[in-house]
């Protein structure tokens, strides 16, 4: 007989490899999730962050003012490093030698685009001269209307066109008591002059300055105020510089509006829907094939619903309003294109499947007892459903109108068919009768993420308001999935005791 | 029963009476909800299912066959003598036509009256002409050796004030009548508009002393090229170009050009062409004998023209080419013999030859009777065809689509022409012309020309191409689903390869390893994951990750292929510790398997470079553009994989039953070092064999690069396939653990009663009820990453090129819809090919999610019974 011996086959038995591969794909698909939040998150909120201002002479003799961007490595090609001076080239060679063939270099937000034709420079560390890295203690960062940022330090006060200036500290004190944070108050005939790190000096007028700090003198605190007035600008105004700067109001307003729009449409019918199927239709193979088609239409690529969207409710049906209602405006279309209004109707059928999916559930999550309850108390079927059906199942619908509500904020596919522009110039809600614009075209923070991404021209000045447009847009969807999961949870826990 | 209900009627114990019947207004309110729920309840879902339906109901028109409907026809007395070609204005109303004797005539479509007349040459009539740019340049050759060119334009006036007689003002919209020299027409605005037509003739042109004999001529950016041969063999090649004179404001006609006798030609004066065809640039030349014998010429680096190959464009020796065109474009030539026989010919580069020879792409011989009357169209390849019988066949060269055929009543069919909007075909006999109102809305699309390779111009073979537009007039489109349908796939490809063992796996150790408590926490974080906008993961991918691993490929390669094999000696190292500790530890696995991961992957990063210049000859890029080495360490990666999981398989069959039969004996702690070093021996033996495959499949000559591998191109499939791993692991996962979790835990206890460990629990009693859940989890996530849009519009680079190499782009069929649809025109061919597009994905989703569907239902109904 063998004699069994128990650690020596579970050992084996155990599959641990095994185990730690399944463990390893659990852990690598939370590590995603948490490092990706994690970089969104981090670079969002670290964006409007004021850095300092370095000051950095080259050997080749320029100067430049700015905030470093990043640091990167980079393997040179030979014919770079073969074009320096000999100076520069033995810089490089050193460094090479050390760092196995890599390079350093940093990338410089120098602004003053007006001047230089340049928002961004890369400088090689070699290039620097061994004491060339300082930190003015007076340079200014001026946020504009337009152009972008200008560094720079002060030289005068000027209004209308004397000097009244030409102590820093006075300049600076001035500045601070004409420009309160709004340069629509500011007096129009009030500039700055700023002197440039190459010595050319700029008036730049009060009116235009959005913004001017001198980051190397703040202290903690004042640099969070500079922090919180960006926000407070992202959040609440328009945009300027090709979206790249300024904020994402309409994005944002349009974004909201548009969810609550569908909103509105896609619960009211997704949840009588899912009545008919429950409580009403007969049962029997007709119905299970509609299930499996709702279900079916749940799992339909999004972009889908956007060539519908486009085909039917802007050309189709927008065309044919025009026709009838906007003939003297044709051949420009009023409805016959894509709008607020089709854009919520494309997501609301969009969605209608995850609500009626949702509710259905829900439904079905009701004991019959509790129904035969009411019937045999005399309630008729509606009764029974409005008094005992539907408050049993509100969890469960809420849970579906939320998780509508994340999908339609969060997909942008269709919304880029059927209305979502770069840059809308009103808003579909205002003050001009009739105050509702169902046929505007709107800004939407996803299409923002999308344009400013990939169709802006200055890319790099737009990637830290993409990273904080795409950690809005996620907080706005994370929430209220998470909302959606509590609202489950607490169904779920609801109804654990309670089965007859 | 009744009796007792009837006698207990309107008595009761207490003496109150009930309302047995509800009020009214309770029974009106249930009435009208059950009304409105059913009412909107079955709308919704019809509403939803529309969608599919309004997609097909946009593409039919494509697969509609075309329309041809005579309109017209009548014998016209006005017309001296046979047209020799015709051409229609825009709107159908007019066309002009050229005559043996050199005069151009007008002709008013609606009843057939002459409205003007033009002559070129008044002594003489012409002895060879020539059209370009459907009919708006003309040139003719004279006895005398002058060439003429001339400009034809249809003008149109809009008439006010006292231009307009009382008869034009009482006209309805899209009524005309002749006015002058030329035709009014009322617009649906209610305009008066008036066509003529101007002929614009130039200085002539002496070529030559004898006559000229034949002509051809093309438009260039510069002006005219104009080609003419004379009666003994001579060519003459003159460049024409116009000149604004500044002082005069007068154009001047400036012509440039060579003349070649018949012996620097080396062609037979006696035997001369009949046809001469020029290309579009003016570069090239073809002289068609009526036997087919053919001589190309082409313009040297001089300019000159130099005879560069002969061939013959008629197989047949017994048929003679009887018509000889080109299509819109001036690349394809349509030859039509007296047999009936119709080719296009295009030019060909044949590999190895320096210059292209004419080649047979498309045969559209439908017919026996000899071509009289070729007429291309202006906007497409669509080519109509004259035959001597009289019939006149409409067809699509590129699609091989053979659109209608008609028939004229009088003899053959001597000039055709196809008006501008592609709306009217019109044709001439001996004696009397017809027109017929033609809708060739789609003639290019055929399910030939979706799905099958086609041989378009400019390329050498047939090829699947999608190309919706160009910068140029005379472009095709060529609207090829398959390069999309290839993208979607190698995207899903990828996405799946990627992200369904780590969903699966992921599933497996949440249902089965993870304390309850852990688990309710750890599901709605993955299920957060779910919910992260694709625009968010699409823009990250591209431009923080793809620039990334674009400059880190070697320790990219590196973790991806060492992070298992840390995994594997990390739960080596675990069985080591003693067995007592394990109920204790075994809630912080995953924690030793994140430190695991990330020191392996700080080592393997580390490694990368120290392998590439192992594996790669230092640099993998260089390896991959095929500049480095042979293609064994190729092999070896795409191999690796597949041998780790046979190796792997044989040592689970035949390696553990010796092991365990022989460490009976032997205590944990020695077990599990011998099971260490089992693992390091296969391991060697996994890369042993895959380096030998590799290099057995690379000496015997195959080298994977161009095919599997290549190029790295920034955006590509592997970036891709990571980054829907966000959008597909969540929804595999969710799917998946609620399947494993749903198989009841007497199923688990019973296991576990019975001695099993939990890893034999999970894989032979846990999974197997499971598996159709598991299934239906994998169909969604594939459906999911057949649709999802943002990712790959960001990601993917976005050319649609088939290539199989990982490291390359692609474009699907739902980001071609979201760079494509904005743009296209309502009811356009493109438009509705999009829908087509749109159509096909619809379908694809719906056949996944309803496989998946059933399976899951035939799961529940399994797994019920448990």
């Known amino acids: 007989m063998r004699k069994p011996s128990r650690a020596a086959s579970s050992l084996l038995a155990r599959g641990e490899p095994l185990v730690w591969l399944s463990s390893a794909g659990l852990v690598i698909a939370l590590l995603m999730v948490v490092s990706l939040v994690g970089l969104v998150f981090y670079n969002g909120m670290t964006t409007f962050w004021p850095a300092h201002l370095v000051r950095i002479e080259t050997t080749g003799g320029d100067v430049l003012v700015g905030e470093v961007t990043r640091h990167d490595v980079f393997k040179p090609e030979s014919s770079m490093v073969a074009a320096l001076n000999n100076q520069e080239r033995f810089a490089a060679q050193m460094e090479m030698e050390k760092e196995g063939g890599y390079l350093q270099r940093r990338l410089v937000r120098t602004g003053n685009f007006e001047l230089t034709n340049e928002h961004f420079r890369w400088i090689e560390d070699f290039r620097i001269k061994p004491d060339g890295q300082s930190v003015p203690r007076w340079g200014l960062v001026i946020e504009r209307l337009s152009w972008g940022r200008f560094y720079g330090e002060p030289v005068a006060y000027v209004v209308d066109q004397d000097v009244v200036a030409t102590e820093a500290e006075n300049i600076w004190q001035l500045y601070q008591d004409n420009h309160d944070g709004h340069h629509e108050s500011a007096p129009d005939d009030h500039y700055i002059r700023v002197a440039t790190s190459d010595g050319a000096e700029k008036d730049l007028a009060l009116t235009e300055i959005v913004r001017a700090y001198a980051p190397n003198q703040l202290n903690w605190w004042q640099k969070l105020r500079v922090y919180s007035s960006r926000w407070v600008e992202f959040l609440t105004a328009e945009p300027r510089e090709a979206n790249s700067e300024g904020g994402v109001w309409p994005a944002l307003f349009g974004t909201v509006v548009m969810t609550l729009a569908m909103t509105l449409m896609v619960v009211p019918f997704g949840v009588m829907a899912a009545l008919y199927l429950r409580e009403y239709a007969e049962g029997g193979l007709m119905i299970s094939l509609v299930r499996i088609a709702i279900n079916n239409l749940a799992g339909v690529p999004s972009i889908v619903f956007g060539v519908f969207g486009l085909g039917f409710f802007s050309y189709f049906v927008g065309g044919s309003i025009d026709a009838i209602f906007f003939a003297d405006q044709l051949p420009n279309p009023t409805f016959g294109t894509g709008g607020i209004m089709w854009a919520s109707l494309t997501l609301a059928l969009l969605t209608l499947p995850v609500v009626i999916v949702t509710t259905e559930e829900a439904l079905s999550a009701v004991p019959t007892s509790m129904r035969e309850g009411s019937f045999a108390c005399g309630a008729t079927k509606w009764q029974t459903i409005q008094r005992v059906v539907l408050p049993r199942a509100w969890p469960g619908i809420m849970t579906g109108a939320i998780l509508a509500m994340a999908r339609g904020a969060g997909e942008v596919a269709p919304l880029m068919l059927v209305g979502a522009v770069k840059l809308a110039p009103d808003l579909p809600l205002d003050f001009e009768f009739p105050f509702v614009h169902p046929e505007r075209s709107f800004m939407h923070l996803g299409f923002h993420i999308f344009d400013l991404g990939f169709q802006s021209q200055n890319s790099e000045a737009a990637k830290p308001m993409v990273f904080t447009t795409t950690m809005l847009l996620m907080s706005i969807v994370l929430f209220l999935n998470t909302a959606a999961i509590w609202f489950r949870m607490r169904l779920a826990k609801k109804f654990e005791g309670s089965k007859f | ?866």
């Open chain 2, 1 to 866: 029963m009744a009796t007792t209900k009837d006698s207990n009627k309107g008595r009761s114990f207490t003496g109150q009476v009930f309302q047995r019947k509800p009020r009214r207004s309770v029974m009106w309110r249930d009435d009208f909800a059950r009304r409105v729920i059913t009412l909107s309840g079955i709308g919704s879902i019809v509403a939803v299912s529309l969608v599919g339906l309004f997609l097909v109901w946009v593409v039919l028109p494509l697969f509609t066959p075309t329309g041809l409907e005579e309109t017209d026809s009548r014998e016209s007395v006005s017309y001296a003598g046979p047209v020799l070609y015709q051409a229609a204005n825009n709107y159908g109303s007019l066309v002009w036509s050229l005559h043996q004797d050199g005069s151009v005539q007008v002709l008013d479509l609606d009843q057939g009256l002459l409205v003007d007349s033009h002559s070129v040459r008044s002594d003489m009539q012409p002895t060879a002409w020539a059209v370009a740019d459907q009919g708006r340049r003309l040139a003719f050759g004279y006895g005398d050796g002058v060439m003429i060119t001339a400009t034809t334009e249809f003008v149109v006036d809009y008439l006010d004030g006292d231009d307009l007689s009382a008869e034009m003002v009482n006209l309805e919209p899209g009524q005309r009548l002749v006015h002058g020299r030329g035709l009014v027409e009322k617009t649906n605005e209610g305009q008066a508009r008036l066509t003529t037509l101007q002929l614009q003739v130039d200085k002539p042109i002496k070529l030559s002393e004898t006559p000229v004999a034949d002509l051809a001529v093309t438009v260039t950016t510069n002006g005219l090229v104009v080609v003419a041969l004379d009666s003994l063999g001579g060519l003459h090649d003159r460049r024409l170009t116009w000149k604004k004179n500044l002082l005069t404001g007068k154009l001047r006609i400036k012509s440039r050009g060579s003349d070649h006798t018949a012996t620097e030609l080396g062609t037979n004066p006696a035997h001369l062409p009949s046809y001469l065809a020029l290309n579009d640039a003016g570069d090239m030349l073809l002289m068609v004998n009526e036997d087919g014998q053919t001589t190309m010429l082409r313009r040297d680096h001089e300019g000159l023209f130099k005879p560069v190959h002969h061939q013959d464009l008629l197989a047949d020796e017994k048929r003679s080419i009887t018509s000889l065109g080109f299509l819109a474009g001036q690349v394809s030539v349509v030859i039509g013999d007296d047999h009936g026989g119709l080719m296009v010919w295009l030019p060909v580069r044949k590999q190895g030859a320096g210059s292209p020879v004419m080649a047979p792409v498309h045969n559209l011989t439908h017919h026996q009777s000899s071509v009289t009357a070729l007429a291309a169209s202006g906007r497409s390849r669509t080519v109509a065809v004259g035959y001597a019988d009289g019939t006149i066949d409409l067809m699509h060269v590129t699609s091989n689509r053979f659109i209608a055929e008609t028939t004229m009543q009088e003899g053959p069919v001597t000039s055709l022409c196809i008006a501008p909007r592609e709306d009217l075909l019109l044709a001439s006999s001996s004696n009397g012309f017809a027109t017929w109102k033609l809708d060739a809305a789609h003639p290019d699309i055929s399910f030939e020309s979706l799905l099958r390779p086609i041989w378009y111009e400019g390329y050498d073979e047939p090829a699947y191409v999608w190309q919706s537009s160009s910068a140029s007039d005379t472009f095709e489109h060529k609207l090829s689903l398959v390069p999309l349908v290839f993208g979607t796939l190698k995207a899903t490809f990828y996405s799946m390869l990627f992200g369904l063992p780590l969903a699966l796996l992921a599933a497996l150790y949440t249902s089965e390893f993870l304390h309850k408590k852990t688990r309710s926490k750890v599901k709605p974080v993955i299920e957060i994951m779910a919910s992260l906008p694709s625009v968010v993961l699409g823009f990250l991918a591209a431009l923080v990750v793809a620039p990334l691993i674009e400059r880190v490929v070697s320790q990219t390669l590196a973790v991806l292929f060492l992070a298992p094999f840390f995994i594997l000696v990390g739960s080596h190292l675990w069985q080591l510790m003693p067995r007592i500790w394990a109920p204790r530890l075994d809630p912080f696995r995953p924690v030793a398997v994140l430190v695991v991961l990330l020191v392996g992957g700080m080592i393997a990063w580390q490694l990368g470079p120290i392998l590439e210049k192992l594996v790669f000859q230092g640099d993998v890029r260089a390896w991959l553009d095929g500049r480095l080495g042979t293609g064994t360490p190729g092999w070896f990666l795409l191999l690796l994989p597949g041998c780790s999981l046979l190796v792997g398989w044989l040592n689970i069959n035949y390696g553990e039953g010796v092991l365990r039969s022989r460490g009976l004996a032997w205590n944990s702690f020695h077990l599990g070092l011998l099971d260490l070093a089992r693992l390091l021996v296969i391991s060697t033996l996994t890369v042993g064999l895959s380096w030998f495959l590799a290099w057995m499949l690379s000496s015997s000559g195959w080298d994977p690069r161009g095919g599997l591998l290549g190029t790295y191109v920034q955006r590509n499939a592997l970036i891709v396939g990571f980054a829907m791993g966000f959008a597909v692991i969540p929804i595999i996962y969710s799917i998946a653990e609620d399947a494993l979790s749903a198989v009841p835990d007497h199923l688990r206890a019973a296991s576990l009663g019975a001695g099993a460990t939990l890893w034999q629990t999970a894989i032979k009693v846990v999974v197997p009820p499971a598996v159709s859940g598991i299934f239906s989890a994998g169909m969604i996530g594939l459906g999911r990453a057949v649709g999802e849009t943002m990712i790959v519009l960001m990601a993917a680079g976005n050319t649609p090129i088939m290539d199989m190499n990982v490291f390359n782009g692609f474009r699907t069929l739902s980001a071609n819809l979201a760079v494509e649809l904005p743009e296209a025109v309502q009811h356009s061919t493109h438009y509705r090919t999009l829908f087509l597009a749109a159509l096909t994905l619809f379908v694809m989703t719906f056949i996944l999610n309803t496989v998946a569907e059933l399976v899951r239902l035939h799961f529940r109904r399994k797994s019920s019974r448990l």
